[in-house]
């Protein structure tokens, strides 16, 4: 099985399978899929287990620890579910479903934002339901631009095909420079998508560096350089998963972040992703990243304790 996850789950026969068995039990067989996909990939799901098992040593009992994996797991093929129904399922269903599903009760800060007309950095991280977005905001009526990068070509497709559906702009990680291009939408003044948790795509500051998750990694230069260049407003937004059925769209602009409490870091990149830990240590089974988190620097101090 010589595919990752996301390429697997989306090799064309499971697609065709799961397209025409009807959500719910589509649902049940990515599950079924994923526990087949983790059997013959033992070293990748030990990496995610000693991944969270390090990362909560300190403030975590071993059956804790067993038992947020097992929810860590199970988040994570969640994801899996979102983002296949958001590729597959017709615009009229997603709507109903979004306006059934999700609560948006800040939507209004971006339409403060948007007045200022410098564009939105949208600063989000692979939690909960983080597919949804961008749709969800199109459907809204803002001018959204996501940046793609895709497991499989099927599916890049199929994401094109939806945004033009709903005039979203793509930049495509594979062909465009991301870089322009991002600052070209935001002179715009559309609603840029960027994940402050890209670990393999971090560039980090050999100046600036901060705990994460307790370890010590050197800052991510890319929100920095953006918003210095742009000029852009930065809002920060989640979309935590209550159930499959719910979920929570939370949005934080500026002044936010600052009324959440000190953030001891001296610029705004680090300031999100402190922000952004302050989620992934609350809801640890919420988050994807915990295999890839598993390459990065060194531990450096204990975990705070949730709550």
């Known amino acids: 099985m010589g595919k990752n996850l996301s390429a697997f789950l989306q090799w064309q ?11 719910p039990m589509a ?3 990515v599950s079924l899929l994923g526990s087949l996909y ?5 070293k990748e799901k030990r990496k995610i287990i000693e991944s969270i098992r390090e990362t909560f040593a300190d403030n975590k ?3 804790e620890i067993r038992s947020l994996t097992r929810d860590v797991f199970t988040g994570i093929l969640h994801h899996y579910c979102e983002k296949l129904f958001n590729a597959y399922e017709s615009l009229p269903n997603l709507k109903a479903f979004f306006d059934e599903s999700i609560e948006a009760p800040s939507l209004h800060k971006i339409d403060d934002a948007l007045r200022r007309n410098k564009g939105i950095l949208f600063v989000t991280g692979h939690f909960g339901g983080i597919e949804y977005i961008p ?9 959204v631009s996501v940046i793609i990068k895709c497991a499989t070509d099927h599916l890049k497709e199929k994401l094109h095909a939806r945004a033009r559906e709903l005039a979203i702009r793509v930049i495509d990680a594979d062909q465009e420079n991301i870089l ?11 609603v840029v998508f960027i994940e ?6 971090w560039k980090p500051s050999k100046k600036e560096r901060i705990s994460f998750l307790g370890r010590t990694i050197g800052v991510d230069k890319t929100i920095n350089l953006i918003q210095r260049r742009s000029g852009a407003q930065v809002v920060f937004g989640l979309l935590h998963r209550v159930s499959l059925q719910k979920y929570s769209f939370i949005i934080q602009n500026h002044e936010d972040i600052l009324e959440t409490g000190p ?10 992703l402190k922000v952004f830990e302050r989620y992934v240590w609350q809801h640890p089974d919420r988050w994807y990243q915990w295999k890839k988190f598993s390459e990065v620097a060194v531990p450096c101090e204990a975990a705070p304790q949730n709550g």
């Open 263 to 272: 953030v001891t870091v001296s610029s705004i990149g680090a300031s999100l």
């Open 38 to 42: 983790y059997l013959f990939k033992a």
């Open 196 to 201: 402050c948790d890209e670990i393999e795509e």
């Open 27 to 29: 649902f049940k067989y």
């Open 135 to 143: 749709i969800f905001l199109s459907l809204s009526g803002y001018p």
């Open 13 to 23: 026969p499971n697609v065709s399978l799961i397209q025409k068995m009807g959500w």
């Open 180 to 190: 322009g291009s991002v600052l070209r939408d935001l002179k715009e003044n559309r």
């Open 61 to 63: 009992n071993t059956q």
